[in-house]
């Protein structure tokens, strides 16, 4: 990151990435987008803890939908190639994007000033999710992890590497 030795020799700054809500739960047929933005997840999560005690911030920004171009015919390239097997999972994934296309909720104004003002406040978060629709399906994904890790809990204990 360029930035970082002028804000090195400051002791101030603050880094804002944008990720997606794509970047905490995954959908089929999109893992390519899902793969780079919790790329982008992780290494913002990283440099906060790496920068923080020099004055830096970081706060990696996750929107739901909102009414841009980016499920648009000029964003999004689709490849001609379909294939059966993956009808009711990617399939469908392509089918909705193109169709929630200009039908998202999230307004792009009230969604910068959101980010503008959480970055402004006296202690700006690390992770900002922007939009209910991502509040909501950020919430689905920890609670089933929560369970999913509660029904597996006496497996996971069993792994220890201590003596019985």
Do not use: C
């Amino acid at each position: 990151m360029a930035v970082l030795p002028g804000m090195r020799a400051r002791r101030h700054g603050r880094i804002v990435n944008i990720s997606s809500i794509g970047g905490l739960v995954t959908y089929p047929g999109v893992g390519y987008y899902h793969m780079a933005k919790f790329a982008i997840e992780a290494m913002s999560d990283t440099l906060a803890k790496e920068v923080g005690l020099l004055g830096i911030g970081v706060t990696v920004v996750a929107p739901g939908a909102f009414r841009t171009g980016f499920r648009g015919p000029d964003s999004i390239k689709q490849s001609a190639t379909r294939i059966g097997d993956y009808d009711d999972t990617a399939g469908n994934g392509r089918v909705g994007t193109q169709q929630g296309h200009g039908k998202q909720a999230g307004d792009p104004a009230r969604g910068a000033r959101a980010i503008v003002a959480a970055i402004e406040a006296d202690k700006p978060p690390v992770h900002l999710l922007i939009g209910g629709d991502a509040l909501d399906q950020w919430r689905t994904r920890l609670d089933g992890w929560r369970q999913e890790i509660d029904d597996w809990e006496t497996v996971t204990r069993g792994t220890d590497f201590q003596a019985a």
